[in-house]
């Protein structure tokens, strides 16, 4: 069972621009959820989809923004870039239906950096 | 709101000695605690969980117990290994309904051979 695929890993963008990240859940997940991590933040959550809608959302400024298609795969979208945007993003996905049980499968990440 | 401390890092220990890192919670109702590792390169993964009070969580020689009393949920292992050496994430399940989780810091668990 292929895991939670992210692309792409790496990518260096300027200030002022803008990048979309792409995620791709387990076979079978409709739950899509994205984290920012950084060494003096830890891991902060964004927002979370599930069946083409946002259902929860974090404390960033609508500079961050999601989406998630109807075969699940989502994309997080950053625009006007800022320095203090570097930074791993995470994506995990979960079944998304019933209870949650705590387990959130999350990919490798999409390192940022913001020069 | 809900929130979770950890104790700071990186924790540097010799193969074979005993592990614990501490973490404490601040929730409204009852949440789930969770223990999740990153490995070096890699994404998170779920370590260990409990879902109520006194519930024991435990995997791979790491151990937890829900501690209401002391909104604490510390991680616990006998004897280390170098393979153990990763990221260790203290969370909470949020009440705001959804799949959301609160993550502490991070804790880096670094041992030597």
């Known amino acids: 069972k292929a895991g939670v695929t992210q692309t792409p890993r790496y990518l260096i963008k300027t200030r002022g621009q803008q990048v979309t990240l792409s995620c791709s859940p387990i076979?079978?997940?409709?739950?899509v959820s994205w984290y920012q991590q950084t060494p003096g933040q830890g891991l902060q959550f964004l927002f979370e989809?599930?069946?083409?809608?946002?259902?929860n959302k974090g404390n960033f400024p609508g500079r961050f923004s999601g989406r998630q298609f109807s075969n699940s795969r989502s994309e997080m979208n950053v625009s006007t870039l800022e320095l203090g945007d570097s930074a791993l993003y995470l994506c995990?996905?979960?079944?998304?239906?019933?209870?949650?049980?705590?387990?959130?499968?999350f990919g490798e990440g999409s390192r940022l950096t913001v020069l | 709101g809900n929130s979770v401390t950890q104790m700071e890092g990186p924790v540097t220990l010799s193969e074979e000695a005993f592990l614990t890192i501490n973490c404490t919670y601040t929730a409204t109702g009852y949440p789930s605690l969770f223990w999740y590792v990153q490995y070096p390169g890699e994404g998170l993964q779920l370590l260990l969980k409990a879902t109520k009070a006194d519930d024991k969580g435990s995997n791979k020689g790491f151990e937890a117990t829900y501690r209401k009393e002391t909104t604490s949920f510390h991680l616990e292992k006998g004897s280390v290994q170098v393979s153990d050496s990763a990221v260790y994430f203290c969370?909470?399940?949020?009440?705001?309904?959804?799949?959301?989780?609160?993550f502490g810091a991070g804790t880096i668990l670094r041992v030597k051979s």
């Open positions: 076979s079978g997940h409709r739950s």
């Open positions: 989809y599930f069946s083409e809608t946002q259902r």
């Open positions: 995990a996905s979960s079944l998304g239906q019933g209870i949650f049980t705590g387990e959130l499968f």
């Open positions: 969370a909470l399940s949020s009440s705001e309904g959804g799949n959301k989780l609160v």
